[in-house]
């Protein structure tokens, strides 16, 4: 099967081109030269996008502009590059026979509705986002013209709405990584997930790190995170103290991604194991402390 995926010299679509290409072909697609780049431009230039889409069956979407664009960028240029660069795209892969559409979103777009007063906020699909910013806006407003799209032309569409992945001090990535975090190559094993699963209509999940958590502890997590780590991550606390590192008193959301791993039989598998791993051998992944 030939996957395009754009965005692809970013870490992410990176993770995902190097994942997907040793069963399938793909081919990148992104502004800056790189090795995971086959085409090099903007991705809204239709006669590149034409290009980029011969033979392609699937589209991966994660060519965006981001958080830290905001402020820096006007807000016309998130929504000609995050909305309708995205739909454009999509139309035309309909167009060339496209038979999948898998989109790269972000948990952030939550906003203000993942961090409610006096408790720890569970988040899933149903919780209804209150967007901060753009950004947050943008994201929100192309995953509806996908549904939009998807409903009216059967096109399969799933939206993997990613947690938080960039670099950032060890102590605070091992914590999220049972919260609020995810590793890239898990990022791009649920994307491969989506695209074997190929479930049909519109999909939406959340991709995160497996949390020993429930919903229930979230008054907890709010109140004494640290009492409750030692008894829930036991290990991870072990850690934090041969270390000398201190665990949170406070953590102020959970990303559930339970539907993705029931749906999707997709299943994360780095956790904050990995993180001190790639801290003692120096991999500028993971920010010392």
Same mark, same amino acid.
Request: proline share 5%; glycine share 6%.
């Given at each position: 099967?030939?996957?395009? $995926?754009?965005?692809?010299?970013?870490?992410?679509?990176?993770?995902?081109?190097?994942?997907?290409?040793?069963?399938?072909?793909?081919?990148?697609?992104?502004?800056?030269?790189?090795?995971?780049? /086959?085409?090099?431009?903007?991705?809204?230039?239709?006669?590149?996008?034409?290009?980029?889409? !011969?033979?392609?069956?699937?589209?991966?979407?994660?060519?965006?502009?981001?958080?830290?664009?905001?402020?820096?960028?006007?807000?016309? !240029?998130?929504?000609?590059?995050?909305?309708?660069?995205?739909?454009?795209?999509?139309?035309?892969?309909?167009?060339?026979?496209?038979?999948?559409?898998?989109?790269?979103?972000?948990?952030?777009?939550?906003?203000?509705?993942?961090?409610?007063?006096?408790?720890?906020?569970?988040?899933? !699909?149903?919780?209804?986002?209150?967007?901060?910013?753009?950004?947050?806006?943008?994201?929100?407003?192309?995953?509806?013209?996908?549904?939009?799209?998807?409903? $009216?032309?059967?096109?399969?569409?799933?939206?993997?709405?990613?947690?938080?992945?960039?670099?950032?001090?060890?102590?605070?990535?091992?914590?999220?990584?049972?919260?609020?975090?995810?590793?890239?190559? /898990?990022?791009?094993?649920?994307?491969?997930?989506?695209? /074997?699963?190929?479930?049909?209509?519109?999909?939406?999940?959340? $991709?995160?790190?497996?949390?020993?958590?429930?919903?229930?502890?979230?008054?907890?997590?709010?109140?004494?995170?640290?009492?409750?780590?030692?008894?829930?991550?036991?290990?991870?606390? !072990?850690?934090?103290?041969?270390?000398?590192?201190?665990?949170?008193?406070?953590?102020?959301?959970?990303?559930?991604?339970?539907?993705?791993?029931?749906?999707?039989?997709?299943?994360?598998?780095?956790?904050?194991?990995?993180?001190?791993?790639?801290?003692? $051998?120096?991999?500028?992944?993971?920010?010392?402390?």
């Amino acid at each position: 099967m030939k996957v395009l $995926v754009t965005g692809s010299a970013g870490r992410v679509g990176r993770a995902i081109y190097i994942k997907l290409m040793r069963t399938h072909q793909v081919v990148g697609l992104d502004k800056t030269p790189c090795s995971t780049a /086959d085409y090099i431009g903007d991705i809204r230039d239709q006669t590149l996008i034409q290009q980029a889409l !011969e033979g392609v069956d699937v589209i991966i979407h994660t060519a965006a502009l981001h958080a830290p664009h905001v402020g820096l960028l006007s807000d016309d !240029e998130f929504q000609s590059i995050n909305v309708d660069a995205t739909e454009q795209l999509a139309l035309e892969g309909i167009k060339l026979g496209v038979k999948q559409f898998i989109f790269t979103s972000t948990t952030a777009l939550y906003g203000h509705a993942s961090t409610p007063k006096h408790t720890t906020g569970w988040v899933n !699909e149903q919780i209804t986002p209150q967007p901060k910013t753009v950004y947050h806006r943008s994201k929100i407003a192309a995953e509806d013209k996908l549904k939009s799209i998807s409903d $009216v032309f059967k096109l399969p569409v799933t939206v993997l709405q990613m947690s938080r992945c960039f670099p950032e001090p060890a102590d605070l990535m091992a914590v999220y990584r049972l919260t609020r975090g995810i590793d890239a190559r /898990d990022v791009a094993s649920a994307h491969l997930a989506a695209l /074997d699963t190929r479930l049909t209509g519109f999909n939406r999940f959340i $991709v995160s790190g497996k949390t020993p958590f429930k919903a229930s502890d979230c008054p907890r997590l709010f109140n004494d995170a640290a009492g409750l780590i030692k008894e829930q991550a036991p290990e991870l606390a !072990e850690t934090f103290l041969q270390r000398g590192w201190t665990l949170p008193n406070q953590l102020d959301r959970v990303y559930d991604s339970s539907a993705a791993q029931q749906k999707l039989g997709w299943q994360p598998k780095y956790g904050f194991e990995s993180v001190i791993d790639m801290l003692d $051998v120096e991999l500028a992944e993971v920010l010392p402390i």
